[in-house]
């Protein structure tokens, strides 16, 4: 058997060898023996990796410090929201900190959905209240924000209308959902690493997704967020979707 064509994942011998060599090393001999000339090689590590290409990771860059997401994980929102745009209904994120995520989101629907509305809800100032016994953070977590650093980052301008296709709702999980009940969604994307934050989001936000619309969760596989995982499981322990986890400690629900 050519060495192209073990099973990297499932061979035992190969494992070994990793096991025995310094990564580094292990990394340039699979890239130069397996690896070669495939095109966008520079992207295999050691799988295809689109988070990798060049275009992709200046999308990642102009959001460095706007956002905890890493490229990966931007790299599945984006394409999950990008698939649910052709459904009826708006995007929401829940937990938005610098608007990072937010503001590559809002360049995506202006591209490819311009009717569309990206409704955004947050306190702009950080955690108000944690529950000891379901979550790890605390009050005043992720303070380092504010309305106006966020709405001058995701829409180039501070001025409160800036950009009508952004909707930004300042306040505390459920109180700003009030006054918006006939809103319809097609994608939300709920980061708000609390227990009962993310219960009171899904409350708001399932019933007002469209069949196929997507909710992405970032926090579920997180341990700092240990609450996120038990709000999710709970909430859909009685729906006929279950939420599929992702190796980059989010987890994903498309509607039936």
């Not at 295999?44 to 490229?71: C, D, M, N, Q, V």
């Not at 790299?75 to 990072?100: A, I, Q």
Request: charged share 25%; hydrophobic share 40%; glycine share 8%.
């Amino acid at each position: 058997m050519k060495l192209a064509t073990l099973k990297i994942n499932n061979s035992q011998t190969v494992d070994f060898v990793k096991s025995l060599v310094p990564p580094a090393i292990y990394q340039a001999l699979y890239k130069k023996l397996v690896v070669k000339d495939i095109p966008s090689n520079h992207a295999y590590k050691p799988h295809y990796s689109p988070w990798l290409e060049p275009e992709f990771s200046a999308k990642s860059e102009s959001i460095r410090g706007y956002t905890g997401l890493k490229p990966q994980s931007v790299y599945t929102l984006l394409h999950f929201l990008k698939e649910s745009l052709w459904l009826e209904g708006d995007v929401m994120e829940c937990g938005v900190w610098r608007g990072g995520s937010a503001r590559l989101a809002a360049e995506m629907i202006s591209a490819n959905a311009p009717a569309k509305r990206l409704h955004l809800f947050d306190s702009f100032e950080g955690m108000k209240e944690t529950d000891d016994a379901k979550d790890r953070h605390q009050k005043g977590d992720f303070d380092d924000t504010s309305l106006d650093l966020v709405r001058g980052f995701v829409t180039g301008s501070t001025a409160p209308q800036a950009k009508g296709d952004v909707v930004f709702h300042k306040g505390w999980i459920p109180d700003t959902f009030a006054g918006l009940e006939d809103l319809r969604l097609c994608f939300a994307h709920i980061d708000l690493d609390l227990y009962q934050s993310i219960l009171d989001a899904l409350e708001f936000a399932y019933p007002r997704l469209s069949a196929r619309g997507v909710i992405v969760f970032d926090d579920y596989g997180f341990a700092s967020c240990a609450g996120a995982r038990r709000a999710v499981d709970e909430f859909f322990a009685g729906k006929p979707e279950r939420p599929f986890a992702l190796n980059t400690g989010q987890a994903l629900v498309i509607k039936r």
